[in-house]
């Protein structure tokens, strides 16, 4: 049903700056491979290292700081996200694995821009399972590889005008910045550097 797919911008270009050579492995490995950022000014050159397990981490540990939800762990954020990546790959939406740097780092920025702003909604642990997955939709959306993806694998209860009101709402205050994100090198070195930041602080 037409209602259940949000189409996916597929003219906005993606980041080319973070190799990942292990895309089509298992995404267990992921946890192994090591992504280099390399943004060049000028003649200096900047290069920054994180592994997509330290990412997954930092927004963890985020995301367990600017919430109210006290029984949330930052494994849970992993579980939630790898589930739906592992659910889509097994279904055969997409062919290599969804969370990797880059798309961390977009995911990254909804969560620090519109969490803190709405953490006073957001009470239980399904809530925030919840708004994390809204969140993915609409990274899937503008980041993944497919032009169209199914709603059930990021539905958590049944309460679908609520995710659809939370994702155009995200769409609508952020789709500046997430253009940016990816037509700007240095507005996506800083905020992959931001979430680097996160997974040593705490």
């Not at 292990?22 to 267990?28: G, I, K, P, R």
């Not at 994390?132 to 694998?153: A, Q, R, T, W």
């Not at 910045?177 to 090198?185: F, G, I, Q």
Request: proline letters at 4%; a negative charge.
């Amino acid at each position: 049903m037409k209602s259940e797919f949000f189409s996916s911008p597929k003219h906005i270009p993606k980041p080319r700056s973070i190799q990942d050579d292990n895309a089509n492995e298992e995404l267990s490995s992921g946890d192994q491979q090591e992504n280099v950022i390399t943004e060049k000014r000028g003649t200096k050159k900047t290069i920054i290292q994180a592994s997509t397990s330290e990412l997954l981490r930092g927004l963890g540990i985020f995301i367990s700081k600017n919430c109210d939800v006290s029984d949330f762990d930052p494994a849970h954020l992993v579980t939630w996200l790898r589930s739906v990546d592992r659910s889509l790959l097994l279904q055969g939406w997409q062919d290599i694995a969804f969370i990797n740097p880059a798309n961390l780092v977009f995911i990254f920025l909804l969560v620090r821009d519109v969490l803190p702003d709405e953490r006073h909604l957001i009470h239980t642990l399904e809530e925030l399972h919840a708004w994390i997955l809204s969140c993915l939709y609409v990274s899937y959306s503008y980041m993944g590889n497919e032009i169209s993806y199914p709603l059930k694998p990021f539905l958590i209860g049944n309460d679908r005008n609520t995710f659809w009101n939370r994702c155009v709402s995200m769409v609508t205050s952020h789709s500046r910045k997430m253009l940016l994100l990816n037509s700007s090198s240095s507005f996506f070195t800083e905020v992959f550097t931001d979430l680097k930041h996160c997974s040593n602080s705490d």
